[in-house]
């Protein structure tokens, strides 16, 4: 997997002086058992720092820019130990640059009938202080997130587990760097979109290279490296000749392996983590790339056929998040509209990501009727059974605009011994008629990413981070 860097979160609860120094000492030590106990539940992907206990207008504002200065640091969680006047979170939370997560929580889960007294009070005012200080959120239009209940609960610390790795997404998408190789398909429309644009809101940068530029380098890979690669496969796949001779066989897997190492020093080279193709401008390749994006895609990057560089970045943002787990791109490829069996079938050209495979991946060679190229490797597999999600983005010059539903996942009812390619399929959850409607009226088009991993609310966290719009199928 592309790596990430360990991110950290700053934790940091609001009081204000009034109640004394003695209480001051009580919130600090609180807030530092929540933050210990929250890291040792062992289910937040990233580590809670607990940093200080906020008074004052100044001690805020320095710590927000603080925050934003530190690249070790994701985002920020706010808790209201007790009532902390929110004028004094205007001028920090206003600077703050990062995603903010406030944690409506209480340290004790209970109400202490037989002990509480104005002592208790005075201390435990999350109730008022965390309603006082979400109301500046909200007039500041902050978009952060708010979870809310006893910190203590598995449920509630499995929502800060989900919104770490949105906020370390939101950070690395502003690292997003997408290579295309070759523009849009022509003539295609819901591929397209504003650059300019995906880069202020999202930080998505969007650079084309001429396909001679990348052929260059697939013809610089030395033997070597492929024998290694070829190992590799054997270890982890399995070889099916099929109908080729072994050594067509053999040289049809080499190529792609030559194009996956090719493409692989070209994104390093400049510092790409997504890529697009297209099967339209392949001068000087003997082979669409199918094995070859298929291994790129395993190894973390994000891609988008046909020129889909808004695919490619969602992709990669989505297995940042996803920590490269079970999250493809996909494209709506055939249905199955009979009553009871209401489905899509999933799939693409070749370049399906084995991270969702249920079976292990075999490495075929057959030929493909499009893109008049010799026939390229691919991995074959059945994709997986489970609760998913499929989302995509469309660009409506005004906005871009993420769609997205439930679906339930199940795997083909029989083979397609005619079709070798990697396979999924999903009915949406809303019902295939109700959902696709919806889907299509919305604008959403045909490329998408499906994710085991992930779900619906932290691509609605995600989009709201962007200030995207949204449309989410329920
Ligand atoms: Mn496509």
Redesign the pocket.
């Known amino acids: 997997m592309l790596s990430v860097p360990d991110y950290e979160f700053w934790f940091v609860t609001g009081s204000q002086h009034l109640y004394g120094e003695e209480q001051l000492k009580s919130v600090a030590k609180d807030a530092q058992d929540i933050a210990d106990k929250l890291n040792a539940s062992g289910k937040l992907p990233y580590k809670v720092v607990f940093k200080d206990v906020m008074t004052t207008a100044d001690g805020i504002t320095k710590f927000m820019k603080e925050v934003n200065y530190n690249d070790k640091v994701a985002g920020v969680i706010t808790w209201m130990h007790t009532f902390s006047p929110a004028k004094n979170w205007i001028r920090g939370t206003e600077l703050l640059q990062k995603p903010l997560l406030h944690l409506a929580t209480q340290y004790l889960n209970n109400i202490p009938y037989d002990t509480i007294d104005f002592d208790y009070m005075n201390l435990n005012q999350s109730a008022h202080g965390d309603r006082e200080y979400a109301y500046i959120n909200a007039r500041l239009q902050k978009n952060n997130k708010i979870v809310y209940g006893y910190w203590g609960d598995a449920e509630v610390q499995d929502e800060i587990a989900r919104w770490e790795d949105v906020a370390v997404a939101y950070n690395e998408s502003f690292k997003v760097k997408v290579a295309r190789f070759g523009d849009t398909m022509r003539n295609v429309a819901v591929t397209e979109g504003d650059k300019v644009q995906a880069q202020i809101q999202m930080g998505w940068t969007v650079d084309y290279y001429g396909i001679g530029d990348l052929v260059k380098e697939i013809n610089a890979v030395n033997d070597a490296d492929v024998d290694k690669e070829y190992a590799d496969l054997e270890s982890r796949y399995e070889m099916v000749q099929g109908d080729n001779d072994a050594e067509t066989y053999k040289h049809s897997v080499r190529v792609q392996l030559q194009q996956y190492l090719g493409i692989k020093h070209f994104l390093e080279k400049g510092g790409y983590t997504a890529f697009t193709t297209n099967f339209e401008d392949l001068y000087g390749m003997e082979q669409l790339p199918g094995l070859a994006a298929q291994l790129l895609i395993r190894d973390g990057y994000g891609f988008g056929?046909?020129g889909d560089w808004k695919t490619a970045a969602l992709g990669r943002v989505m297995k940042i998040m996803s920590h490269n787990k079970q999250t493809a791109f996909m494209?709506d490829y055939t249905l199955d509209l009979r009553k009871g069996h209401e489905a899509i079938l999933g799939s693409?050209m070749l370049e399906v990501d084995p991270s969702i495979a249920s079976d292990k991946p075999r490495v075929e060679v057959h030929p493909l009727d499009i893109g008049g190229k010799a026939d390229p490797a691919r991995l074959v597999f059945t994709g997986s059974e489970g609760d998913a999600i499929d989302v995509t983005v469309s660009d409506f010059r005004d906005d871009f605009k993420m769609i997205g539903y439930e679906v339930a996942a199940h795997k083909p009812e029989a083979e397609t011994p005619n079709l070798p390619v990697a396979k999924q399929l999903w009915t949406p959850k809303a019902g295939l008629k109700n959902g696709a409607l919806a889907w299509m009226q919305a604008g959403g088009g045909?490329?998408t990413m499906l994710s085991f991993a992930l779900t619906l609310e932290q691509m609605e966290d995600f989009a709201t981070m962007v200030n995207m719009n949204k449309a989410f199928i329920k």
């Open positions: 056929a046909e494209e693409h045909h490329h």
